[in-house]
């Protein structure tokens, strides 16, 4: 089955600086690949995703980039401000409402 | 439209209880999911359903925990006997149908065992 790998598990920078995630993925018919966002004691929000027919993907300070040969991807938020600050999770499916495989997450806090 | 909703959102149950954990998902959409959440970890999936039918329970565990979508009302899932490590988030998501796989979280329950 597939399987999702995510780092760093804690990643900390200083507000205005740049963050990166990145994910691999095992299952090369994997499709669909969104990233959530969690605010402690809150549910997990859809901030952007990417289809695998895309290498890239941008919505203002957070971009999305997929390297279908290497099953990896990545997310990148820049400028990044206080409330940037949650846990970020990856995740990847197939579509026809497979199963979604989520990563572990990544605690991020950024230092004003 | 009213998004994805969950109750209780906390729930206290003692050893050997029952807990009935419901989902009623986003108009429009058929697809339920079930994922459990323990603290400072992330989502792992337990169920993927339809109405009337189980799609996917790989990720239930094979006792105790059972799920379902019936025709009409909210998808519900059921943990007998609670164990203190069955304490966590429990997170239902939905999705439209026709294969549309964005996933939309409800509020989560919190169940803690006592």
């Known amino acids: 089955g597939e399987n999702v790998e995510q780092h760093p598990s804690t990643l900390s920078v200083q507000e205005g600086d740049s963050a990166v995630i990145k994910c691999t993925y095992s299952?090369?018919?994997?499709?669909?690949f969104p990233w959530y966002k969690q605010e402690l004691g809150k549910r997990p929000q859809l901030i952007i995703d990417?289809?695998?027919?895309?290498g890239e993907k941008k919505d203002q300070r957070i971009a999305v980039t997929l390297n279908k040969t290497a099953k990896h991807f990545s997310l990148h938020i820049t400028e990044t401000q206080p409330e940037d600050s949650a846990v970020y999770f990856c995740?990847?499916?197939?579509?026809?409402?497979?199963?979604?495989?989520f990563g572990a997450g990544t605690r991020l806090f950024v230092k004003a | 439209n009213a998004g994805v909703m969950q109750n209780p959102r906390h729930l206290v149950r003692r050893r050997g209880q029952e807990a009935r954990l419901r989902c009623s998902p986003m108009k429009g959409h058929s697809h339920v999911y079930w994922y459990r959440q323990l603290p400072e970890e992330g989502l792992k999936f337990m169920v993927y359903?339809?109405?009337?039918?189980?799609?996917?329970e790989s990720g239930m565990p094979k006792e105790r925990f059972s799920a379902e979508f019936p025709k009409e009302g909210p998808s519900i899932l059921r943990i007998q006997q609670v164990v203190r490590g069955d304490s966590a988030a429990y997170f239902c998501a939905s999705s439209p149908p026709h294969g549309e796989e964005t996933q939309y979280f409800g509020p989560g329950t919190r169940l803690l065992v006592l």
């Open positions: 990417i289809r695998s027919n895309v």
């Open positions: 299952d090369s018919a994997s499709n669909y």
């Open positions: 995740a990847a499916s197939m579509r026809g409402g497979f199963k979604t495989i």
């Open positions: 359903l339809q109405k009337e039918n189980i799609i996917d």
